[in-house]
């Protein structure tokens, strides 16, 4: 009974909102799901949604006005725009700008990921198509988006191909699979995809991030023995090898559900993976820092915060690391920060640098001249948190 009351509890997101298992609203909340970037030239990039459209929009002075804004999808079409799964925003070497979405089918709990480009500086973009080969009405959704050091466009997501199959050969299968695909043209062609491994969580975003060499590293929610959801991490492959996926965190927290709560992850000019998960793990709801070491427990781990708080992202830039987060209070929601000078040996304490008294979309972080950003949403007005000493 304490499992199904810790879901209860979990269903019902920071935002107010509940979900189902599957990572639906159930309910007619706005979409507040937005993903930002800056450029080489120091442009802030935003993408979220308007109706059936996908929206593009470009700030030459840092989120106090947009200067350009561009529908993406013309024609329109059903978006998962919150929580989770929201559009997703990546800049090329070129000033190529790449957008991917998670689009519902008829089914509940299906969909198919979504890609255009636009090669002219947002102006236009390309008619949006379907990365995957598969087309079963399942669940092809929780997109993630990275540009590796050579230019090459990588999109992963959670699929549920292996389920289906295991259901219909009457063997267990817990969670979904995550698969991932890429580009080595612009996004003009994607190759077949590839599973990266069975098993891990249905509902739960995948972090992705670039490492020194130029390689993109997936973490995410696995699923271990009899529902135990940690993590793993894994470089995704793109000349032909297969992901050799390690397990990532230790909390052994069982839960028979999904928690739609990913983890972030950055990687600093030395190889070192810096990542924040969340775990309720023997009922105590925790957001954890922790420094990724192939098959082992973290090290310099630490505890960011507790009861209340959700949906940590992080930066890195040389010795300095920054966190944030969304923190429930009695009349609102706080955006949290938490930063290291160290590398990540150890944090100053908490303090907030925004709030709002409704809902907003998950913190993320940018980077200008070494300079953090928090992107942030509230009631669906974009801004931008400039984060200082």
Known sequence: MRRLALLAALAVSPLGHAHDMHGMAMGHEA?????????????????????DHVRVRRSDDMGKGFALSTIVNPAGEPIYAEGENRPKLALGPQGELYVTWSQPRK??????VRFSRSLDDGAHF????????????????????????????VVAWIDKRDLEAATQAGKPYLGAATY??????????????????????????????????????????????????DH???????????????RGTFTQWHIEGCPHHGPSLAIDASGVKHAVWFSAADDKPTISYGQLVPGKPPVHTAVVATTGASHADLAVDG????????????????????????????????????????ASGWP??????????????????????????
Not at 126 to 134: L, N, R, S
Not at 365 to 389: E, K
Request: aromatic share 10%.
């Open 107 to 112: 089914a509940p709990w299906t969909g198919f």
């Open 319 to 358: 010795q300095r690391v920054w966190i944030a987060w969304n923190q429930m209070t009695a009349s609102g929601l706080d955006l949290m920060l938490r930063e290291s000078t160290d590398g990540g040996a150890s944090f100053g304490p908490p303090r907030a640098i925004a709030h709002t008294d409704g």
């Open 31 to 51: 979409p507040l799901g937005f993903d930002a970037a800056i450029d080489a030239k120091g442009r802030l990039w935003v993408v979220d949604t308007v109706g």
């Open 364 to 389: 993320k972080f940018v980077l200008s001249a070494h300079q953090p950003f928090v992107a942030w949403n509230p009631g669906g007005m974009f801004r931008l948190v400039q984060v200082t000493p």
């Open 232 to 246: 793993a991490f894994a470089t995704l492959s793109v000349d032909g090898g297969h992901p050799a996926v390690q």
């Open 126 to 153: 390309d008619a949006p198509k379907t990365v995957h080969v598969d087309r079963a009405e399942i669940t092809h959704r929780f997109d993630s988006l990275a540009v590796d050091g050579k230019g090459r466009v």
């Open 180 to 229: 991932y695909s890429w580009s080595t043209d612009r996004g003009e062609h994607f190759v077949p995809e590839r599973k990266i491994v069975d098993q891990s969580c249905e509902c739960c975003r995948i972090a992705l991030a670039r490492a020194p060499d130029g390689s993109v590293n997936a973490f995410f929610r696995a699923i271990y023995g009899d529902n135990i959801r």
